[in-house]
Nanobody, 116 residues
Framework: QVQLVESGGGLVQPGGSLRLSCSASRSIFSIPRMGWYRQAPGKQRELVVTMTSGGTTNYADSVKGRFTISTDNAKNTMYLQMNSLKPEDTAVYYC??????????WGQGTQVTVSS
């Protein structure tokens, strides 16, 4: 199992940037797939980006070219750099670590609000 804690959310103006962090309770080096998801009010949770342990990424079309996923294995931390933020990016952002069937772990979420 692995426990995840997100941080870095907040209020930002349109066009601004934020970096989210996801700290894991153990090494993330060998976790088969990690990623970021988001859920806006009244909507279902949706994929933002996933990354395999081999480095293959899958970005949602809505964030391609603006968001970047990365990891620091020494710190057991995954990041989401978000640039050129738009009001429609407003949501609670969750990190996920998946090693089916052993575990499918989620953090508690961090709120991102894009507003002037």
């Amino acid at each position: 199992q692995v426990q995840l804690v997100e941080s870095g959310g907040g209020l930002v103006q349109p066009g601004g940037s934020l970096r989210l962090s996801c700290s894991a309770s153990r090494s993330i080096f060998s976790i088969p797939r990690m990623g970021w998801y988001r859920q806006a009010p009244g909507k279902q949770r949706e994929l933002v980006v996933t990354m395999t342990s081999g480095g293959t990424t899958n970005y949602a079309d809505s964030v391609k070219g603006r968001f970047t996923i990365s990891t620091d294995n020494a710190k057991n931390t995954m990041y989401l750099q978000m640039n050129s933020l738009k009001p429609e990016d407003t949501a609670v952002y969750y990190c996920n670590a998946r090693n089916i069937p052993e575990y499918d772990a989620w953090g508690q979420g961090t709120q991102v609000t894009v507003s002037s």
